[in-house]
């Protein structure tokens, strides 16, 4: 048996399933090996793809998924997807390929120091050296990766060592309890809550991965307080629930920012200081700051919490629910601020308000349905205005904030749940980025709808260089034909200038799992909203 042969046994012993990503000459054995295996692997156009759709779906369902790349150009390319895993707590296993050792050390064709380059952006890195470190290698990895907070694992395979005969087995799994807090720090955070006049909690992304949106729900029911989210935390709290805030806000005149204002104490909730500055939250009223978590908080020069208690939050949540004592209702009226602003009619103009491209949208998906967004105005317009009702139905990203993610994401979610429907929205720069892996998506009949806000360049880019200079450079693009080129790869390609259009379109294309290109028209005078 070759190492090869040991590392895809490890692979499925830890539930693999698929990997990601594009073959090269110092994986090849790797690659044969996985020949005998019930692995499917999905060749990508672009390694830097193949790290987004492993990653998505780390970040989705809170389990390893798997990149690979080869050495040197293919590792660089591989990066910036692993840099966003990393700060979106998504467990991605990164494998990349190495020289062997007769030529490991530079300058040598294509060979670079890996390790080096991938220690900033994971939370370890492995470098296999001999056949027998390939089952405690692969087992630490995917052990850290689902560790809290979660996060990417890189391993590195040298082509000698990949050769070579290999005896061993896959390592057995070993499963980590949750330490409960004890009654004492229970009591002080009920006393904390109890004694506030208007609490405000802050539900970040830890809620999700701890599986406690049903008793973050509970508790705010019980005890009657309001809830904001954080965009990798939407959905927690449904945005029909009566204690629900919808997400966070990005300008100074949100409804958001006048809850934080006002609020006495705020309860952090699985919350990561990297989704939120705190510069932004901790403001006005002097207030007391509880964190509850899976693992500390981290620092922040802006808030130091009062008091932090670390466990499981299913337990946590549990329990406050069960000695909720009831408190006044303060923040309805934000609430109905909130929702009078995100259900407001728009009228278009010359082209398509973008206000109204996320109703059509929202009112085209399920509340199971998935959208990916990619990294622009866009963004922003869907944090702001499309509902979530179940977490991770909306993407959204505020770690590394790559542009191109959302086509290659999509791709990742509808694999990962295929039943369904999931919808790609990209700006037309964002789109260029990672177009190629229509071919990936078309190779493999994977059916979903991308949605282009075509702005005719990088418009949140330009738009914040003519408030602050007066005049902008480098933010036109000269593009394709999006059309046409949708349907160069197999894909449907159409394009709507009026909201009639786009809701014929969009709800046919979404009805028969299409996949689907649209070229939006939208006004990009209305982006002016999103930073005053």
């Known amino acids: 048996m070759r190492s090869s042969d040991l590392v895809v046994k490890c692979l499925e012993a830890e539930g693999v399933e698929r990997i990601f990503g594009i073959p090269g000459e110092e994986n090849i054995d790797l690659m044969d090996s996985l020949n005998d295996s019930n692995i499917e692997f999905i060749l990508t156009r672009h390694e830097q793809s193949a790290a987004f759709m492993a990653g998505i779906q780390a970040r989705m369902t809170f389990k390893p998924r798997v990149c690979l790349s080869t050495l040197g150009p293919g590792a660089t390319n591989l990066v910036t997807g692993v840099a966003d895993a990393y700060l979106s707590n998504a467990p991605l296993i990164a494998i990349t390929g190495q020289a062997g ?130 965009w990798f935390g939407a959905g927690s709290v449904p945005y029909d629930d009566k204690n629900s805030l919808n997400t966070i806000g990005v300008r100074a005149s949100d409804n958001a920012r006048q809850a934080y204002e006002k609020a006495d104490l705020i309860v952090l909730i699985g919350f990561d200081m990297i989704e939120f500055q705190a510069k932004y939250w901790n403001i006005g009223e002097k207030k007391e700051i509880l964190y509850l978590g899976e693992s500390p908080m981290g620092f922040s020069e802006h808030v130091l919490p009062d008091v932090q208690v670390i466990g499981g939050l299913k337990h946590i949540l549990k329990v406050l629910a069960e000695l909720a004592k009831l408190k006044d209702p303060w923040a309805e009226e934000i609430r109905r601020r909130s929702m009078c602003i995100m259900e407001a ?20 998906m399920g509340k199971q349905d998935i959208v990916v967004s990619d990294v622009g105005a866009h963004l922003i317009w869907l944090a702001k205005y499309y509902p979530v009702y179940k977490e991770n139905t909306l993407i959204l990203d505020n770690g590394l904030i790559p542009m191109g993610v959302a086509v290659p994401g999509a791709i990742g979610a509808k694999m990962e749940f295929p039943e369904k429907k999931v919808a790609a929205v990209c700006g037309d720069g964002g789109f260029m980025m990672t177009m190629a892996e ?24 330009r738009l914040k260089m003519e408030a602050a200079y007066g005049r902008s450079i480098a933010c036109t693009l000269n593009n394709p034909d999006f059309v046409g080129l949708a349907r160069s790869f197999g894909a449907e390609g159409h394009r709507v200038t009026t909201s009639d259009e786009l809701d014929s379109v969009l709800s046919d294309c979404l009805e028969r799992g299409a996949l689907a290109v649209i070229d939006v028209q939208v006004d990009y005078s209305e982006n002016q909203r999103l930073i005053t």
Not at 438 to 461: Q, S
């Open 101 to 230: 050792a007769e030529r490991c050390f530079p300058p040598q064709k294509q060979v670079i120091d890996v390790q080096a380059m991938m220690r900033p952006v994971v939370k370890e890195s492995f470098s296999v050296r001999s056949p027998s470190q390939v089952p405690m290698a692969v087992r630490r990895a995917f052990d850290i990766a689902k560790k809290e907070r979660p996060g990417p694992v890189h391993i590195e395979l040298p082509e000698d060592v990949m050769k070579a005969e290999a005896v061993g087995r896959p390592m057995e799994k070993s499963e980590t309890e949750h330490v409960r807090p004890d009654k004492r720090s229970m009591a002080q955070i009920v006393e904390m809550i109890a004694e506030s006049s208007r609490p405000l909690i802050i539900a970040g992304q830890g809620v999700i991965r701890a599986g406690a949106s049903r008793e973050l729900r509970d508790l705010c029911s019980r005890w009657n307080i309001p809830v904001i989210h954080t």
């Open 438 to 461: 229509l071919a990936t998506a078309k190779e493999r009949k994977i059916g979903f709808t991308t949605l282009i806000f075509n702005d005719g360049g990088y418009g949140l880019i």
């Open 345 to 364: 009619d728009v009228h278009d103009a010359k082209y398509i308000k973008p206000q109204n491209v996320v109703k059509i949208l929202r009112a085209k």
